[in-house]
């Protein structure tokens, strides 16, 4: 199979793995989620649950992020996805077998949260290595769309089926999803061929080198800061939602997943209206704008009743998606490949860091007065995270007229390995000397 061929092959399967991935990990953890409320009715229970999600990956992932640029991802991501579906199915055993819920719970989704650690900078850096250059602002949208659609889905799936039919068959469904997406990655193939530049003593693989011009050093802190503080809203907003609907209006887990259905059609609706608006505005100010109005909504929706909260996620949805699929475009075509995988680690490990702090704050709020402040309080730490990361981009130039794109090689200004903004001459950040030696070889 020639390079364009596999990597078209591989932008149609990386979709739909990533989507029932993410299904999997989240049904396992809203399943855990419901289970709790019901024994425990609080959100501190709720909050742990997710504390106990977050602690691992943000160990972890600035560590595995590392491994994912060292060794084969596409054998990294099956083997994540076979062991999180064994793990899946020790809980729904457990609680067959009689064992207590709660430690059921927090055990199974700790252990997922290990391998999530590794299969989130993974699956990030397959992206980079196997989507075209060209491609990658616009596959981003559709990943972007698929994997926060599978997570408001999980909601859907878990509210409906644990109603109908309990937590064990919800679980062992939970089971496939991780195996139909190790299926679909085998689908992909090996990566067969890639470019190799070679400039004298300048040599680079699968990407482009710098030519003459000076290139500049990308601000990788700001860019984290602004798409970690969005893993910290849509994570709390997890854990409040089946407080807010459950435990204070007392409805069923049904009304739950009817709520998160509806945000995913406002993510389908954002990834739509991303690939218009890419056109005409940097990602930089699509992201900020994003994250500032999904705020605003943020903190209205458990104001007015179920009604207004199913517009307000839907609104949300659409505000959010749009401004995570421009902040994930920012750090993915500002980074190199050899590095793609670290700085994803990093990115995770940062955003669920912070996550770990505002639930347990935010946990503690709501238990002593009620889920609004605990609405209130996440979207003015989101609003003054995105105001800070979004002033001092731009003070820097970055993501200004369509996000950047990756420079690597010796030839830069820092050396090899460096990370940099793109040459604003270069087509589609990938500037090969006139002298350069351009040869396919195997991967």
């Not at 990386?14 to 289970?35: D, K, S």
């Not at 993915?332 to 770990?356: C, P, Q």
Request: charged share 15%; glycine share 12%.
């Amino acid at each position: 199979m020639d390079f364009a061929s596999a990597t078209r092959r591989a932008e149609r399967l990386l979709v739909p793995a990533a989507f029932v991935t993410a299904l999997g990990n989240n049904v396992q953890l809203i399943a855990g989620a419901l289970l709790m409320i019901r024994n425990d009715k609080t959100m501190v229970s709720v909050g742990l649950l997710f504390v106990a999600v977050a602690v691992p990956q943000a160990v972890l992932s600035p560590y595995f992020g590392r491994l994912a640029d060292r060794h084969d991802r596409r054998r990294l991501w099956i083997g994540c996805d076979l062991t999180s579906a064994v793990l899946a199915l020790a809980l729904p055993v457990w609680l067959t077998l009689g064992g207590a819920t709660a430690p059921g719970v927090y055990a199974a989704n700790f252990a997922l949260a290990v391998v999530a650690a590794l299969f989130f900078p993974v699956s990030n850096a397959m992206i980079k290595e196997r989507v075209r250059a060209s491609q990658v602002r616009r596959f981003n949208a559709t990943y972007e769309m698929a994997t926060q659609g599978g997570m408001l889905l999980s909601a859907t799936v878990g509210g409906l089926l644990v109603q109908r039919l309990g937590a064990s068959p919800l679980l062992v469904f939970n089971a496939g999803t991780f195996v139909v997406s190790a299926a679909l990655v085998v689908a992909v193939g090996r990566r067969p061929v890639r470019l190799e530049v070679e400039t004298g003593a300048d040599s680079v693989a699968g990407v482009g080198v710098s030519g003459s011009a000076p290139s500049r050093r990308v601000p990788l802190g700001r860019l984290i800061l602004l798409y970690a503080q969005g893993s910290v809203v849509v994570t709390v907003f997890n854990a409040l939602l089946p407080k807010l609907v459950m435990g204070e209006w007392g409805r069923g887990a049904g009304l739950f997943g009817l709520v998160d259905a509806v945000g995913s059609l406002g993510f389908l609706a954002a990834t739509a209206f991303y690939k218009v608006v890419g056109r005409r505005f940097g990602d930089l100010r699509i992201a900020v704008v994003g994250f500032l109005a999904c705020n605003a909504v943020f903190v209205l929706q458990p104001q007015f009743g179920p009604g207004f909260l199913m517009a307000g996620v839907a609104i949300g949805a659409f505000t959010f998606g749009t401004a995570r699929i421009a902040s994930r475009s920012l750090v993915m075509t500002s980074v190199d490949e050899a590095h793609v995988g670290r700085v994803f680690g990093l990115a995770n490990g940062a955003g669920l860091a912070a996550t770990v702090v505002v639930m347990l704050g935010v946990a503690e709020l709501t238990d002593h007065t009620d889920s609004r402040w605990g609405f209130a309080v996440t979207g003015v730490l989101s609003v003054a995270a995105a105001l800070a990361a979004g002033v001092l981009l731009r003070e820097s130039g970055i993501g200004l007229s369509g996000g950047t794109e990756i420079v690597s090689g010796s030839g830069g200004a820092d050396g090899a390995g460096g990370i940099h903004d793109r040459d604003p001459s270069a087509p589609d950040g990938c500037h090969i000397p006139a002298n350069a030696d351009v040869k396919v070889v195997t991967a």
